[in-house]
């Protein structure tokens, strides 16, 4: 088995390695000055299992086509199987066409990810699961709730001395939202949220239904971006009596990055994976970064 490692997310990478207790494999990823990307695959691949591991974040296009290139190289190479190791599946919010004439880029994506070479794919927690009918080839797609729940309950000191709720910023993560309240054994809450279609990064958002009066709220999303989802969540908490917000988002893309933005967030803590390798740069102090390392090692077995 060789284990591959694309430019996005490195330490991910490495650490899935040292679960497997292997070294990443031997390749070359060259960024140019327009942006351009070149792979060089420095192994002898043929007929081996080879795994690539590449989060598609930003920048998106570019971490895509470092993807492809592997695919392709790999499968040049005569490798017995082509597994891509998404952790982050960039395009996934665009799984329906929400008006008429938009594009379902996440389509494009799976077809690419096939026809480039790759013969399986393992996602975590994609955005929604419609978008697995889009690969036609096998697909995985991981659930990172039990490695958040477990890291809660050993760190329950952290948040606050009440009853913790869980709440889901809109519809589409209540499933989360409750399972997460099941394994740990408490409440849950939705906010109905409605985004506005002609905008590019606001919500309008109103209702909370559940109780969050007088607990700690842990608010519960897949993805982070422009942070108006859930920065417009902690407020109605806060407003409907919660006593403190913390946030838990698997993926953790910061489009809106300045540190001290996060830092000076009504969020007493704000947890997420390492889906997405967030560069020091982007890092602060209320931020602290759980491993999927175990979790994504543990899911490959089935692959191998
Ligand atoms: C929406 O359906 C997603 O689950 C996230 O809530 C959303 O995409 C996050 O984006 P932003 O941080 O820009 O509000």
């Avoid at 007929?47 to 591991?53: A, F, L, N, R, S």
């Avoid at 494009?108 to 927690?125: M, N």
């Avoid at 390492?274 to 390392?293: N, R």
Wanted: with cysteine.
């Amino acid at each position: 088995m060789l284990l591959f490692s694309g430019s996005s997310n490195q330490p991910l990478a490495e650490k899935i390695a040292d679960e497997l207790k292997t070294k990443l494999a031997n390749c070359e990823v060259v960024r140019f000055a327009d942006g351009e990307v070149r792979v060089r695959i420095l192994d002898n691949v043929q007929d081996q299992v080879c795994i690539v591991v590449q989060s598609t974040s930003t920048p998106a296009d570019a971490n895509l086509m470092e993807l492809y290139q592997f695919g392709d190289l790999l499968k040049k190479g005569k490798a017995k199987k082509i597994i891509a190791v998404i952790p982050y599946l960039a395009y996934a919010r665009q799984h329906k066409a929400r008006r008429q004439g938009e594009a379902v880029s996440v389509s494009l994506v799976a077809k690419f990810i096939k026809s480039t070479g790759f013969s399986d794919v393992l996602l975590l927690e994609v955005h929604d699961e419609e978008v697995l009918n889009f690969f036609q080839i096998p697909v995985i797609n991981i659930s990172a709730e039990e490695t958040i729940a477990r890291f809660i309950d050993s760190h329950r000191d952290d948040f606050g001395g009440a009853d913790l709720v869980f709440v889901a910023p809109d519809k589409g993560r209540k499933k989360q939202a409750e399972e997460l309240a099941g394994i740990i054994e408490t409440d849950f809450a939705v906010i109905n949220k409605n985004r506005l279609l002609d905008s590019t990064d606001m919500v309008n958002s109103s209702t909370v239904q559940g109780e969050v009066k007088e607990k700690e709220a842990i608010i519960v999303d897949d993805v982070i971006s422009t942070g108006s989802t859930v920065l417009e969540a902690a407020n109605i908490v806060l407003k409907n009596g919660a006593l403190h917000v913390y946030l838990i988002v698997t993926h953790a893309v910061f489009s809106r990055g300045e540190p001290s933005f996060w830092q000076n967030s009504p969020f007493e803590k704000i947890y997420v994976t390492d889906s997405i390798f967030v560069p020091k740069y982007k890092q602060f102090e209320k931020l602290e970064v759980i491993s999927v390392a175990p979790l994504i090692a543990k899911s490959l077995g089935n692959l191998l």
